[in-house]
């Protein structure tokens, strides 16, 4: 079955860290860009970050930049999200998503059923 | 930075046509992506680059792009099509959504 499986959400402090994990099945993982959406409570979509099918490039949104760190492991099928100096409003469910093919530009036509963070004192 | 807009909600009534905007400055020179989220779900690829429906999308779903604004249109509208809808694009390296529109049938 071809899905994406997030985990590792939890509930923590501001300033704390977290690494969300996304487990890949069913389709060639080291062939497709992934990104991570997040949805705050209540709202709409939010794109965080987009890495290239090798792993070498990434972009990040300005409000994670240089706080988040995506990675994968094509070995694996598993894509990763480092997140330090956590806030509140990074309080959010995070969805790992697969870019529809290797164009830069696509849409994204896998989602996972997402992970959730709480950032809260 | 570049901005999307979307109308909060669009009515339309069983069985006849919705139509979601997209606004942008000059949307149509972009490639625009459309999903539907239902509640408690997670979104779902209804339209990409404008135009082209993903497998498993009826016929019913269609788009357009051009000038300043993009249009997911339904036709003969189903209770369930009932969701939100985000448009987005990409500019920059950085994936845009619009705010949303929820589409109400009634």
């Known amino acids: 079955e071809v899905q994406l499986l997030e985990s590792g959400g939890d509930i923590l402090q501001p300033g704390e860290s977290l690494r969300l994990s996304c487990a890949a099945s069913g389709f060639t993982f080291s062939n497709f860009a992934l990104s991570w959406v997040r949805q705050a409570p209540g709202k709409g979509l939010e794109w965080v970050s987009r890495i290239s099918d090798n792993g070498v490039t990434s972009y990040y949104a300005d409000s994670v930049k240089g706080r988040f760190t995506i990675s994968r492991d094509n070995s694996k099928s598993t894509l990763h999200l480092q997140m330090n100096s956590l806030r509140v409003n990074d309080t959010a469910l995070y969805f790992c998503v697969k870019s529809r093919t290797a164009w830069f530009g696509d849409g994204f036509d896998l989602w996972g059923q997402g992970t959730m963070v709480i950032v809260s004192s | 930075s570049y901005e999307l807009t979307q109308a909060l909600s669009v009515s339309v009534a069983l069985g006849q046509t919705a139509r979601i905007t997209c606004g942008g400055d000059n949307i149509g020179g972009k490639n625009v992506h459309w999903y539907q989220q239902k509640p408690g779900q997670a979104p779902v690829l209804v339209m990409y680059?404008?135009?082209n429906r993903p497998s498993g999308i009826p016929e019913r779903f269609s788009g357009s792009n051009s000038g300043n604004m993009a249009t997911l249109s339904i036709s003969r509208a189903q209770d369930g099509d009932e969701a939100d809808y985000y448009c987005?694009?990409?500019?920059?390296?950085?994936?845009?959504f619009g705010g949303g529109t929820r589409l109400t049938v009634l």
């Open positions: 987005q694009v990409w500019d920059s390296n950085t994936a845009l």
């Open positions: 680059r404008d135009a």
